[in-house]
C-alpha cells in the first residue's frame, strides 16, 4: 500500500505524539537530533576541526542562521509567486 505525502505526514505525527505522551523529557528525547544537527554546522564551518571551540561554536551558529534565513526567504518567495498567480489580472 501505497501512502500519500499528507497520509505520511499523518503517520509520523500520530507516532511523534505516542512518543511524547510516553516520555515526560521531551529535550532528552530529541537532543540527539538537536546534536547532530548542530554538529553539521560545526564540521561545515570547519571541516578539519582545527578553530577553537569558542570561534566554531559561533561561526556554526551563524552558519545556522544563514541556512534558516535561505529557508525563510524562499518560503516568502514562493508565497509571493503563488499569490500572483492566483490572482485575477
Do not use: N, W
Not at 505520511?8 to 505525527?13: L, P, Q, V
Not at 537530533?33 to 569558542?54: N, S, W
Not at 561554536?57 to 498567480?85: G, N, V, Y
Amino acid at each position: 500500500m501505497t501512502l500519500t505525502a499528507a497520509e505520511r505526514t499523518m503517520r509520523a505525527r500520530a507516532a511523534a505524539y505516542a512518543m511524547h505522551a510516553r516520555h515526560d523529557l521531551r529535550k532528552k528525547v530529541t537532543q540527539p537530533g538537536r546534536d547532530a544537527f548542530t554538529a553539521r554546522f560545526e564540521k561545515q564551518v570547519d571541516p578539519e576541526g582545527v578553530l577553537p571551540e569558542a570561534e566554531r561554536i559561533r561561526r556554526a551558529e551563524c552558519a545556522k542562521k544563514a541556512h534558516f534565513t535561505a529557508l525563510a526567504f524562499q518560503s516568502a518567495k514562493a508565497r509571493r509567486q503563488k499569490k500572483e498567480r492566483e490572482e485575477p489580472h
